[in-house]
């Protein structure tokens, strides 16, 4: 490849990149809001363009190839993502059903380890789940109650069951507090 080719696949890179970056950006993140993915996401998305420069001479037809392509990357994270909860989940459930004649004190030790774990929640995603999970409030009662936004109280309770998930496995106490919650209802 020559100089004046290198240079002008990368002066219309730069081009495309200015012109796209908030843009893709902002459409990723109407679909989530980590920011590690998302990061990952629109640097894989420029890099697929990048090997495709070769093709593109205007920036205008590479912008639909750019969201084109980051959206197949996040559809395949995504598939990625419900494989590994689906096969996290069928492990889960069959360790539960092994254990679910666990005598009655291994049903309470492991409930004392759940009070544990919500214990040492931040405060504001302790709040929400208590909340949520013991008074039985709404998303919307405990904007209400907290002076939050319903969008703040969901994620709190998404990152207080992530936070519990994490502490629950790290003990491996989460089968055990499955089986003494399904013993309770």
Not at 43 to 48: A, G, I
Request: proline fraction near 2%; glycine fraction near 2%.
């Amino acid at each position: 490849m020559s100089d004046a080719t290198t240079y002008n696949k990368e002066l219309v890179f730069t081009k495309l990149y200015h012109a796209s970056r908030d843009r893709l950006y902002n459409y990723l993140h109407s679909y989530t809001q980590d920011t590690h993915l998302l990061q990952d996401l629109m640097q894989q998305s420029y890099l697929k363009v990048w090997e495709r420069m070769g093709d593109i001479q205007d920036i205008e037809k590479a912008l639909p190839l750019l969201k084109t392509i980051a959206r197949n990357l996040l559809i395949d994270v995504i598939r990625r993502r419900m494989k590994e909860d689906t096969a996290w989940l069928e492990t889960v459930q069959e360790e539960a059903h092994q254990l679910i004649t666990l005598p009655a004190e291994n049903s309470r030790a492991s409930l004392q380890a759940l009070d544990t774990a919500i214990a040492q929640l931040p405060d504001n995603c302790r709040q929400v789940y208590l909340l949520h999970r013991e008074e039985g409030l709404s998303y919307r009662e405990i904007s209400l109650r907290m002076s939050v936004s319903v969008s703040m109280v969901e994620k709190h309770m998404s990152k207080a069951i992530r936070l519990l998930k994490q502490e629950l496995i790290t003990n491996g106490e989460l089968v055990l507090v499955l089986v003494a919650v399904h013993r309770l209802l």
